[in-house]
């Protein structure tokens, strides 16, 4: 999982599919030299030489509340994927991919829901409680804005909806209703 490449990381902050309790996050790559080295900055301590490194490394209890979240994720993928296509259905211009094609399976992280509207219906959701973002503002875009005509675009026409897995029908209900 996660190697696509010659590494792959992992963030576990409150807001992924599963969390360690706040922030932390796994870094995987089959190649020893390399985690050898990922290992050697994040343990800083104890250290006789000018290296660069920083205390990075999960506690026992962060690496518990992970474990536990891992024997849920099917069920948390699955809670998400519900609520994408109660949004959906309900008419909501989403960003999606064609599940059709070379056998993927996307995973439900975000519902982005593309709109001309994004900061009114961000004050809608407020409105009931309920917290939306624009998941990539345009100042965060890295380079020059003219390079990436679409990235600009998507940071002013979209807004992410919550989808996390503890939602009931009736909070889905709650926001549909707060923006059709």
Do not use: C
Not at 63 to 71: D, N
Not at 134 to 163: C, R
């Amino acid at each position: 999982v996660g190697l696509h490449g010659n590494a792959g990381i992992f963030s576990f902050y409150a807001t992924k599919l599963i969390t360690t309790g706040g922030h932390g996050g796994m870094y995987v790559s089959k190649d020893k030299k390399l985690v050898d080295s990922v290992r050697d900055y994040r343990e800083f301590d104890l250290r006789h030489d000018q290296k660069k490194r920083f205390n990075f490394q999960m506690t026992e209890i962060q690496a518990a509340i992970g474990r536990e979240q891992l024997k849920k994720l099917p069920k948390f993928l699955k809670r998400r994927e519900v609520i994408f296509q109660k949004y959906k259905k309900a008419g909501l211009d989403l960003l999606d991919l064609e599940t059709n094609q070379n056998n993927l399976s996307p995973i439900r992280y975000r519902a982005i829901m593309k709109t001309n509207k994004p900061n009114k219906i961000i004050k809608s959701l407020e409105s009931v409680g309920v917290k939306a973002v624009i998941p990539i503002e345009d100042w965060e875009l890295l380079g020059k804005h003219e390079l990436f005509p679409n990235s600009v675009e998507l940071s002013k026409k979209t807004v992410s909806l919550p989808i996390y897995p503890t939602l009931t029908d009736q909070d889905i209900d709650i926001i549909l209703s707060a923006i059709t």
